[in-house]
């Protein structure tokens, strides 16, 4: 029999969860599994606030409990407004997860500039994509420290990815008439958030926060080429994409107490394709 304290461990209600890139596709996924979980939910992501309120009017999310902020992460002070108004209306926060990252879905219009060969990939692009993958969570982690050491505790999610594991393979992205190469700055800066993961939870350990990376691997949508799904599917021990809600659960783990003893450590979860 399934000892019953143990299931109240994965519990979130009534949890401040701050998700930055919130109105994204995984973002949305979180806020919906841990609302209906009796969690609040804080979204911070920097599309227009127009944008982001028409993507949670969907109807399951009506009852939830969200607070949502139109900022960069990467802008200090937008960062600090947004705690503070957050423990305005929240008046904690138990777990950040900076979840934000330049990542445009394969196949898509704003995705060109960032599969181009490597000899012409675009240096302010790079700068660009490590400040809002690497910085930006620094900057939210800097902001929510005090906060959560006041708190006596908290949590930290940083999303990389299975490219903090291991290199892209450029052969899923190519087709014959097609030569494509996954961004140089999404490994670079993904594999720096697991560097940057433990050298936090090193030092807010004696302050009961704890600092985890959260390495997904590829999501499969219908939007996809579907030849392209196919090869990335081909790649992991299961043969198939990730669906867009397996991550949740491994997320409601990590955010609450049902990881209590873990910290600096990097959860992959990528059909076991690094292992292979
Ligand atoms: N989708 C996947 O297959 C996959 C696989 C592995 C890892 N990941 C990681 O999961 C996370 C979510 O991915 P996704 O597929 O939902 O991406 P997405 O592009 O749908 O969502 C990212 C969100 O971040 C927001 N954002 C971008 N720059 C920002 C900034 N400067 N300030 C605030 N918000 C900003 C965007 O507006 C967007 O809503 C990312 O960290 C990504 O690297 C995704």
Redesign the pocket.
């Known amino acids: 029999m399934i000892n019953s304290k143990a299931l109240e461990k994965f519990s979130l209600k009534d949890k401040v969860i701050i998700i930055?890139?919130?109105?994204?596709?995984?973002?949305?996924?979180y806020a919906l599994g841990f609302g209906k979980a009796g969690a609040k939910i804080v979204i911070?992501?920097?599309?227009n606030i127009k944008k982001l309120k028409c993507a949670y009017s969907l109807w399951e999310y009506r009852k939830l409990k969200i607070l949502w902020s139109s900022?960069?992460?990467?802008?200090e002070q937008n960062v600090e407004k947004s705690v503070s108004d957050t423990l305005l209306i929240f008046e904690r926060i138990d777990v950040l997860i900076?979840?934000?990252?330049?990542?445009?879905?394969v196949g898509s219009e704003e995705s060109q500039k960032q599969f181009v060969p490597y000899d012409e990939y675009p240096i302010d692009l790079f700068r660009k994509e490590i400040?809002?993958?690497l910085v930006?969570p620094m900057i939210c982690m800097k902001a929510v420290i005090p906060i959560m050491k006041r708190q006596g505790g908290g949590v930290i999610v940083n999303?990389?990815?299975?490219?903090s594991n291991i290199a892209h393979d450029h052969r899923v992205y190519n087709d014959p008439e097609n030569r494509k190469y996954k961004s140089p700055a999404?490994t670079a800066s993904?594999t720096g958030l697991v560097g940057l993961t433990r050298q936090m939870a090193a030092y807010l350990g004696q302050y009961n926060i704890r600092v985890n990376a959260f390495?997904?691997?590829?999501?499969?949508t219908d939007k996809m080429p579907a030849d392209f799904v196919k090869r990335f599917g081909s790649t992991n021990m299961l043969g198939r994409?990730?669906k867009e809600n397996e991550y949740v659960a491994a997320m409601m783990f990590l955010c609450s107490d049902a990881s209590s003893f873990m910290t600096g450590a990097n959860l992959t979860v990528d059909g076991g394709k690094s292992s292979w």
Do not use: H, R
Request: aromatic share 6%.
């Open positions: 930055t890139g919130g109105a994204g596709f995984l973002g949305m996924q911070w992501d920097n599309c900022i960069d992460v990467t802008d900076n979840n934000a990252a330049m990542n445009p879905a400040d809002v993958n930006g999303v990389a990815s299975e490219v999404y993904k390495s997904p691997g590829g999501v499969g994409m990730a």
